[in-house]
């Protein structure tokens, strides 16, 4: 996985932070989709990632799009596993915004407060 995919993964978790779901923020990018969000695509893109998460069956997927900025993606639950006692979930999330996309796998856990965080 190069460097600049990484990167681009690390900004969507990264955005993350500021709606619901704590996360790490990485190294930034301006080509990621996710800096090209406007209006509404964020919290489309937050609301599909957590029906997911919270989804307990695996290969649940949910797609998101915002007709006036034509942005969008997907967020599917690859497997479910236990890290300790924390559930812990994989994902693979690719999104689409002006132009830019992109597409990955990240896992998250669920700590003891009940958020999902991002696995390291």
Do not use: Y
């Not at 997927?61 to 599917?76: I, Q």
């Not at 479910?80 to 992109?102: D, L, P």
Request: net charge positive.
């Amino acid at each position: 996985m190069s460097a600049f995919f990484q990167a681009g993964l690390r900004i969507a978790m990264a955005s993350l932070a500021a709606a619901c779901i704590p996360a790490f923020a990485g190294n930034l990018t301006a080509d990621a989709p996710i800096a090209h969000f406007k209006g509404n695509d964020k919290a489309l893109f937050d609301e599909a990632l957590n029906a997911v998460l919270d989804d307990p069956k695996d290969g649940t997927a949910r797609s998101w799009s915002n007709p006036e900025t034509k942005a969008g993606g997907e967020v599917k639950s690859v497997k479910s596993f236990n890290r300790g006692e924390a559930k812990c979930r994989t994902v693979n999330i690719a999104n689409k915004a002006q132009g830019r996309t992109s597409d990955g796998t990240m896992n998250f856990c669920r700590s003891a407060a009940g958020k999902w965080t991002l696995a390291n």
